[in-house]
């Protein structure tokens, strides 16, 4: 996943994005409002100013959901621009522009910031997309009017009413807050012969693997219990009891889902800590191994590899133990 900026590459799909999201709320100010949020956004017209949004891309860079935003200064110069993409309709949809600009400006102060739009493919986008915006800006509250249609999204995104200016629209807010959490996993599976010995998600070459009913990946198993835990009060066996999932499904792919179930609740991981006790020597696979783990992660994963000195059973090549501490933020 690629974050960046509306620029000239994706701004048509943001727009679509941006639009769909509060389809109402542009149809209501704007005739042929597509059109005129492309021009708006291409030109920097305020408060449509592509420096100030975040965009989530995927390998391909195709859109995956946009926030844009705008602080109180953006409300207050640039309006003669209009005129380049509205000509003497200006003043028809001024009228209800400067309507809708003073709705915003209500209760506005310097240290409060005014969200646009918060436009994803999925709600764990959307919800990734704020979790960005707070950790990179200092505003102190989120104002943002919403038609009713999208009340329920924001409610589940931690938005509380604060107005409702017209049968239309509902003035929301939520404080630029969150806090960290930590996590603790454990898991361990029995050496068995002739199998694939996957560890985060890398297959390591040796002559066994480990045995269980997924691919037995131990050290995703430990993130995942880390995860499932401390945000969902679950564990990896109730999300994908063996009775429900296929046998040899790939732990990353659980670490995928899982990840996927945790930010739709607005939780996120910072960085993940792991030690593994094996016999056998895996330093050598550690880049290779956090490299991966952190791609799918967002975050930093560091590994220790330890032996157990003979005192573990694992030291003795029964099977291979990993435990984990992993750090949140919630939003």
């Known amino acids: 996943m690629k974050i960046t900026k509306i620029n000239e590459k994706n701004y048509k799909d943001c727009v679509n994005l941006i639009y769909l999201e509060k389809k109402e709320y542009f149809d209501f100010l704007f005739k042929n409002p597509k059109k005129i949020l492309e021009k708006a956004i291409s030109k920097s017209i305020p408060p449509f100013l592509p420096e100030n949004s975040i965009v989530l891309e995927n390998d391909s860079g195709e859109p995956l959901g946009v926030l844009l935003f705008a602080p109180k200064s953006v409300f207050r110069h640039g309006y003669e621009k209009w005129f380049k993409i509205l000509g003497f309709k200006v003043f028809g949809t001024g009228l209800k522009l400067s309507s809708i600009i003073g709705q915003i400006l209500i209760n506005f102060t310097l240290e409060d910031v005014y969200l646009i739009s918060n436009s994803g493919k999925s709600l764990d986008v959307e919800y990734e ?189 029964i099977g291979i133990t990993s435990t984990c501490v992993s750090n949140l933020i919630v939003i």
């Open 129 to 317: 997309l704020l979790y960005r915006f707070i950790t990179s800006y200092d505003y102190s509250r989120i104002i943002t009017d919403v038609p009713k249609n999208v009340l329920d999204k924001y409610e589940t995104l931690g938005f509380i009413k604060s107005q409702v200016f017209n049968e239309r629209i509902v003035r929301m807010h939520k404080k630029m807050t969150y806090k960290t959490i930590s996590g603790i996993g454990w898991d361990t599976h029995a050496i068995e012969e002739n199998g694939k010995l996957i560890l985060g998600g890398v297959e390591i070459p040796y002559d066994f693997g480990l045995k269980g009913h997924s691919d037995a990946d131990v050290i995703v198993h430990s993130i995942i219990d880390s995860l499932l835990g401390v945000s969902l009060k679950v564990d990896i066996g109730k999300v994908f009891p063996e009775n429900v999932v296929p046998k040899g499904i790939s732990s990353i792919e659980m670490l995928k889902e899982s990840l996927k179930m945790i930010k739709e609740k607005g939780y996120f991981p910072t960085n993940v800590d792991c030690v593994v006790i094996s016999k056998y020597r895996l330093g050598q696979y550690r880049e290779k191994i956090s490299e991966n783990l952190s791609k799918v992660l967002n975050c930093d994963v560091s590994l220790k590899f330890k032996t157990g000195n003979d005192v573990y059973p694992e030291s003795r090549g």
